[in-house]
């Protein structure tokens, strides 16, 4: 088995993460994030350690990193790093699976940048950067929509002209592929079950929410839709919502579209309501202390993931678990109680004990279904994936 580096990237419009593999092991050799790119102020964090400087553009950034890989010795030459893996936000209905690009899917994710203006413009850059300035190195996309690819069309349509499906490919895509994958790989693994006969409904609450039911290892159905902002009430995000709420702040209220964009992804969901942070633990803090609207605004947290799960539930025959993931759900035993707790009407029990210590299997012996706590690893499935493709081209 030949042993390759390779490197695992997340970049955003004013970011870059990466993570350096030892692959097929799966060793992170170290891992960072170059943040505020475009400023004269940005910030390099590796291993923890931050330093601040002038980085102009995405180019820049990519190569402090390998400078910085080199001169740290977590490489001797660049052409160590054999393949390059790149989360890329949508994959539309073209891309099934992860995929070694050229020019012609660059161009694809490109186009696709239609469906998600934020992400794929910023990841066909992260792509093209690295082919540039690592000639060497093979580029892969893996795609947050990818997993999703398996929903069925009574799944994936809404209601709407089905002509608008054809003419504009408005359908669910569903997001946090990876994330999904990756817990229910892990569980059905931590189960000692088949995970191609395993059904999951796994729960990835972090600051972007979403959860998904995945029959015999293929995902069924998804809270996230056309965009991110559909499903759960999110950090930022308002998740659904009546639509007609959205004309009525155009022409009634006299918001510009631009402005009622923001306000349903940067001004909703947990911050919208409590008005005092996006982050969870925050708005925890403040109802621990009697603010009301915090109260609600977890309540309403909990309230639509229990209804996602209980809709998912009657939707799968059998169930092998509910598993919990990301930032909140790796985390919180409060919110995991919360939600268990509107989940006993279908005999969903915790073992309050195992729950606080964040144990793999948190439910109790006399559960209906078991509950599980899965530390997710999106950018190990990156990387992975990342070697397969790599190591079939490279192999001799
Ligand atoms: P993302 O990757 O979507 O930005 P994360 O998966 O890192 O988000 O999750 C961030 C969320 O997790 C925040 O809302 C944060 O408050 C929450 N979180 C992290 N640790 C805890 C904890 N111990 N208890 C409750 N919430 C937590």
Redesign the pocket.
């Known amino acids: 088995m030949n042993n390759f580096k390779i490197l695992a990237i997340n970049s955003g419009s004013s970011s870059l993460k990466f993570k350096l593999y030892d692959m097929p092991a799966g060793n992170i050799c170290v891992g960072g994030i170059v943040e505020r790119i475009g400023s004269s102020e940005a910030q390099f964090s590796i291993n923890d350690k931050t330093k601040t400087l002038p980085i102009e553009n995405h180019e820049n950034a990519v190569k402090c990193l390998l400078e910085e890989l080199l001169e740290q010795n977590f490489i001797n030459q660049l052409n160590e790093i054999v393949g390059v893996g790149h989360r890329v936000a949508h994959g539309g209905e073209f891309f099934k699976k992860s995929t070694v690009v050229k020019e012609k899917e660059l161009e694809k994710i490109e186009q696709l940048g239609e469906l998600a203006p934020l992400h794929n413009p910023v990841n066909a850059m992260g792509i093209k950067v690295f082919s540039e300035i690592l000639p060497q190195s093979i580029q892969v996309a893996v795609f947050d929509t990818a997993f999703h690819q398996t929903i069925p069309s009574y799944n994936y349509l809404y209601p709407l002209p089905y002509s608008l499906y054809q003419k504009y490919k408005i359908r669910k895509y569903g997001f946090h592929g990876t994330s999904h994958q990756y817990v229910s790989q892990k569980a059905a693994e931590v189960m000692d079950l088949n995970f191609k006969e395993s059904s999951f409904i796994t729960c990835?609450?972090?600051?972007?929410?979403s959860i998904c039911c995945i029959k015999n290892g293929k995902s069924l159905d998804t809270s996230m839709g056309f965009t991110p902002t559909d499903g759960l009430m999110m950090?930022t995000r308002c998740g659904s919502i009546d639509p007609m709420i959205l004309p009525f702040l155009e022409k009634s209220v006299c918001l510009s579209v631009d402005k009622i964009e923001h306000i349903i992804n940067n001004e909703a969901g947990?911050l919208g309501i409590s008005g005092i942070s996006?982050?969870?633990?925050?708005?925890?803090i403040s109802a621990e202390k009697g603010n009301l609207l915090s109260k609600i605004a977890i309540k309403m947290f909990v309230k639509r993931i229990s209804e996602y799960i209980l809709s998912y539930v009657s939707e799968l025959k059998k169930i092998d678990g509910i598993i919990f993931t990301?930032?909140?759900?790796?985390?919180?035993a409060?919110?995991r109680r919360e939600i268990c707790k509107q989940l006993s009407c279908i005999d969903v029990r915790l073992n309050n004990h195992k729950n606080r210590d964040n144990e793999n299997i948190i439910s109790s012996e006399n559960s209906k279904f078991k509950v599980l706590v899965i530390p997710?690893d999106e950018e190990l499935v990156i990387a992975k994936d990342t070697y397969k493709l790599v190591h079939n081209l490279v192999k001799v």
Do not use: C
């Open positions: 990835h609450l972090g600051n972007g929410a950090g947990l996006n982050d969870f633990r925050d708005v925890q990301a930032g909140i759900g790796e985390h919180s409060y919110v997710t």
